[in-house]
């Protein structure tokens, strides 16, 4: 059997094809970055307009790298939710009517899911239950996992995502789009203790994170310090700052361990390829005791291959719907509650 998986739900555009066994024969991601880098973020009609221009060649492009033809597709998965709705609804609209032509099932995928799933493509066998902290440019998050499909949301960002702070501060200081692996390359030779940041605390018992207090505090040591991209303390101020993301991250982590107790920890998302992260996490994990997964840097970031993975992983599970033409495109985190989540 092979399935089509359809990702578009911000500036990346992809198509992949898997097999049924979970190989990954194709992962075409066609990035927008450089119609976007000149605002320094992503420009929600811009990016719907390009899915339209790119979808049909990054599909034939999966097809042609796979070997396979439309018609030997069984089963077509594309990205629902959450992202940008008008960015969603080309991939949605697409994935539609090829399911409805060819008359084969359409699962349609959790954004946030997926990028979950990302960590089992390489790694069938990761043990519950199980912390996925969850990095990207939207969402930064922590589910405890108690099976496959079963998802608890126990921790959120109030405000940014980690890697919109990354890409703001990049913004202001000049440095290029997106930020986050602009500042990754630049702070790898500074001085991470250089400048101080204190690491956000919720007053109650919340797993949730925030990332504006941590913004703010490094827009104004830019503004004392009168760092720009050339002073020669922009990259300790880099680190420093990176820094302090890590372990705002790593502080919550540590904190939903010691009370779900999990078996194996995953890192996802964007953010996920950040080294210093990287690092952190998996000496976070070494100390603990805990199996620790992070993807490959390919599927961090936004791809179609753990879309259809996710929806094999469904197929498993749920009886395959007819075509369901009336599906939409939702922009807002879902609200997960385990198993039985439903619109
Ligand atoms: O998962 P993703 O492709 O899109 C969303 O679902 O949001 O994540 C994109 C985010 C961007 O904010 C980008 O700056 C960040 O991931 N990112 C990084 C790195 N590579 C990508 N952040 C820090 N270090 C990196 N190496
Ligand atoms: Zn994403």
Redesign the pocket.
């Known amino acids: 059997m092979y399935i089509l998986g359809i990702e578009t739900?911000?500036d990346e555009t992809s198509a992949s094809v898997l097999k049924d066994d979970f190989s990954v024969l194709s992962n075409v991601i066609l990035s927008q970055d450089e119609i976007h880098a000149p605002y320094g973020g992503v420009v929600p009609e811009l990016a719907s307009r390009k899915h339209i221009n790119s979808i049909t060649y990054v599909v034939d492009e999966s097809l042609r790298q796979a070997k396979v033809t439309l018609e030997k597709i069984d089963v077509f998965a594309v990205t629902q939710g959450p992202?940008l709705i008008g960015s969603l609804l080309v991939g949605l609209s697409f994935a539609k009517a090829l399911s409805f032509y060819f008359e084969k099932p359409l699962i349609p995928v959790d954004?946030?899911q997926a990028?979950i799933e990302s960590a089992f493509i390489e790694n069938k066998d990761i043990n519950f239950p199980l912390l996925a902290l969850l990095v990207?440019?939207?969402?930064t998050s922590i589910f405890f996992m108690q099976e496959k499909l079963n998802y608890q949301l126990i921790g959120k960002t109030r405000d940014d995502a980690a890697g919109e702070a990354f890409d703001k501060i990049a913004k202001f200081l000049d440095l290029g789009y997106p930020g986050g692996p602009i500042i990754d390359k630049l702070a790898e030779n500074g001085d991470s203790k250089k400048f101080h940041f204190s690491i956000p605390r919720m007053t109650d018992s919340s797993l949730d994170f925030s990332f504006s207090g941590l913004k703010t505090a490094a827009l104004r040591i830019i503004k004392e310090n009168k760092l720009t991209k050339d002073h020669p303390d922009c990259v300790d101020f880099l680190a420093s700052f990176e820094e302090a993301i890590v372990r705002t991250l790593i502080f919550n982590l540590n904190q939903a361990a010691e009370r779900f107790q999990p078996q194996s920890l995953i890192l996802s998302?964007?953010v996920a390829r950040n080294r210093r992260l990287r690092k952190a996490f998996l000496n976070f994990s070494k100390e603990q005791g805990i199996e620790a997964y992070i993807p490959s840097a390919k599927y961090c970031?936004?791809n179609a291959a753990m879309v259809a993975a996710l929806a094999l992983e469904k197929i498993r599970t749920q009886e395959l719907a007819s075509v369901p033409l009336d599906l939409n495109a939702y922009p807002r985190v879902f609200p997960f509650k385990g198993k039985t989540w439903k619109k």
């Open positions: 739900s911000c992202g954004h946030l990028h990207s440019g939207g969402h998302g964007g970031t936004d």
